[in-house]
Protein backbone atom coordinates (compact mmCIF):
# COMPACT_ATOMS: atom_id res chain seq x y z
CA UNK A 1 0.00 0.00 0.00
CA UNK A 2 0.77 3.41 -0.56
CA UNK A 3 1.56 5.62 2.13
CA UNK A 4 1.58 8.91 0.96
CA UNK A 5 -2.68 7.72 1.06
CA UNK A 6 -2.81 6.51 4.20
CA UNK A 7 -4.62 9.54 5.58
CA UNK A 8 -7.60 9.09 3.15
CA UNK A 9 -9.06 6.17 5.86
CA UNK A 10 -11.61 7.19 7.84
CA UNK A 11 -13.08 5.36 11.15
CA UNK A 12 -16.29 4.58 12.17
CA UNK A 13 -17.39 4.84 16.01
CA UNK A 14 -16.94 0.55 16.10
CA UNK A 15 -13.22 0.95 14.91
CA UNK A 16 -12.85 2.41 18.54
CA UNK A 17 -14.65 -0.09 20.52
CA UNK A 18 -11.90 -1.82 21.88
CA UNK A 19 -9.29 0.66 22.22
CA UNK A 20 -7.28 0.51 19.97
CA UNK A 21 -5.82 3.71 18.69
CA UNK A 22 -5.31 5.19 14.94
CA UNK A 23 -1.50 4.84 15.20
CA UNK A 24 -1.86 1.09 15.89
CA UNK A 25 -4.83 0.70 13.51
CA UNK A 26 -2.31 2.54 10.91
CA UNK A 27 0.54 0.60 11.15
CA UNK A 28 -1.30 -2.35 10.85
CA UNK A 29 -2.86 -0.89 7.40
CA UNK A 30 0.70 0.04 5.93
CA UNK A 31 2.64 -3.03 7.09
CA UNK A 32 -0.03 -6.15 7.25
CA UNK A 33 1.55 -9.61 8.65
CA UNK A 34 -1.64 -11.01 6.74
CA UNK A 35 -4.22 -9.95 4.91
CA UNK A 36 -7.79 -11.33 3.34
CA UNK A 37 -10.03 -9.72 0.39
CA UNK A 38 -13.58 -10.57 1.42
CA UNK A 39 -14.28 -12.47 -2.10
CA UNK A 40 -18.13 -11.43 -2.15
CA UNK A 41 -17.59 -8.21 -0.59
CA UNK A 42 -15.48 -4.72 -0.21
CA UNK A 43 -14.17 -5.95 2.81
CA UNK A 44 -10.50 -6.56 3.69
CA UNK A 45 -9.25 -8.01 6.99
CA UNK A 46 -5.83 -7.27 7.97
CA UNK A 47 -3.46 -8.61 11.17
CA UNK A 48 -0.58 -7.04 11.87
CA UNK A 49 1.11 -5.85 15.15
CA UNK A 50 0.66 -2.40 17.25
CA UNK A 51 3.81 -0.81 18.85
CA UNK A 52 4.27 -2.99 21.53
CA UNK A 53 4.32 -5.92 19.71
CA UNK A 54 0.56 -7.38 19.99
CA UNK A 55 -1.39 -8.78 17.36
CA UNK A 56 -4.25 -6.56 15.86
CA UNK A 57 -7.23 -7.54 13.63
CA UNK A 58 -8.47 -4.52 11.23
CA UNK A 59 -11.08 -4.74 8.58
CA UNK A 60 -11.98 -1.88 6.33
CA UNK A 61 -14.27 -1.03 3.45
CA UNK A 62 -11.97 -1.38 0.49
CA UNK A 63 -14.46 1.58 -1.97
CA UNK A 64 -14.88 3.63 0.76
CA UNK A 65 -11.44 3.33 2.86
CA UNK A 66 -13.47 3.10 6.06
CA UNK A 67 -12.29 0.95 9.17
CA UNK A 68 -15.00 -0.24 10.96
CA UNK A 69 -13.28 -2.73 13.27
CA UNK A 70 -10.20 -2.92 15.34
CA UNK A 71 -9.12 -5.41 18.32
CA UNK A 72 -6.94 -7.21 19.94
CA UNK A 73 -6.31 -11.06 17.87
CA UNK A 74 -6.97 -14.16 20.33
CA UNK A 75 -3.09 -14.51 21.15
CA UNK A 76 -2.37 -11.43 22.70
CA UNK A 77 -1.54 -11.38 25.93
CA UNK A 78 -3.56 -8.81 27.45
CA UNK A 79 -6.70 -10.49 25.81
CA UNK A 80 -5.82 -13.47 27.52
CA UNK A 81 -4.91 -11.26 30.85
CA UNK A 82 -8.58 -10.34 30.53
CA UNK A 83 -10.29 -13.78 30.03
CA UNK A 84 -10.83 -12.58 26.24
CA UNK A 85 -10.49 -15.85 23.63
Do not use: W
Amino acid sequence: MNNDNITDFTFTQSAFKHDISVEDILKVIINPIYSKQHPDQPVALLVGFDSNGRTIEVAYDTQTRTVFHAMLTSGSKKRKKDGLR
